[in-house]
C-alpha cells in the first residue's frame, strides 16, 4: 500500500523559507514519479513541483521558479520541498503526490498523480 506523509508546514513571514518533507511507503522509491501539488482556498490544485524517473525530468510551476526547489534522499524515502522568499500568495494546503512513471514531469504537474497524501498547512502572513 502506498503512502505518503507530509510534514513541515506552518505559519511563516513574507520572505522567510520552510521546508516540506513526505515520507513515502509502499513502493520503490527511486522508481516512481513525485511531486508536490498545492490548493489556496477558493482556487484550483497547482502542481508546483515534480520529478519522474521515466525521463529524469523535473518540473516547476512558473510561480515558484527560482523559489522552491524539490529534492529526494533515497536512502530515506523522503521528498523535500525548499520554499523560499515565500509569499503571502504562496498560501495553501501543500500536498505531495505519486505514481508511476510513465510519463514526464510535466505531464504529472498538470494531470494530478494517483496517490496523495493529506497534505500540510502553509500560511504567509504579509
Known amino acids: 500500500e502506498v503512502q505518503l506523509v507530509e510534514s513541515g508546514g506552518g505559519l511563516v513571514q513574507a520572505g522567510g523559507s520552510l521546508r516540506l518533507s513526505c515520507a513515502a511507503s509502499g513502493f520503490t522509491f527511486d522508481d516512481y514519479a513525485i511531486g508536490w501539488f498545492r490548493q489556496a482556498p477558493g482556487k484550483e490544485r497547482e502542481g508546483v513541483s515534480c520529478?519522474?524517473?521515466?525521463?529524469?525530468?523535473?518540473y516547476y510551476a512558473d510561480s515558484v521558479k527560482g523559489r522552491f526547489t524539490i529534492s529526494s534522499d533515497n536512502a530515506k524515502n523522503t521528498v523535500y520541498l525548499q520554499m523560499n522568499s515565500l509569499k503571502p500568495e504562496d498560501t495553501a494546503v501543500y500536498y505531495c503526490?505519486?505514481?508511476?512513471?510513465?510519463?514526464?514531469?510535466?505531464?504529472?504537474?498538470?494531470?494530478?498523480?494517483?496517490?496523495w497524501g493529506k497534505g500540510t498547512l502553509v500560511t504567509v502572513s504579509s
Open positions: 520529478i519522474s524517473s521515466s525521463d529524469g525530468s523535473t
Open positions: 503526490a505519486a505514481d508511476s512513471p510513465a510519463y514526464g514531469s510535466s505531464w504529472y504537474c498538470e494531470n494530478g498523480m494517483d496517490y
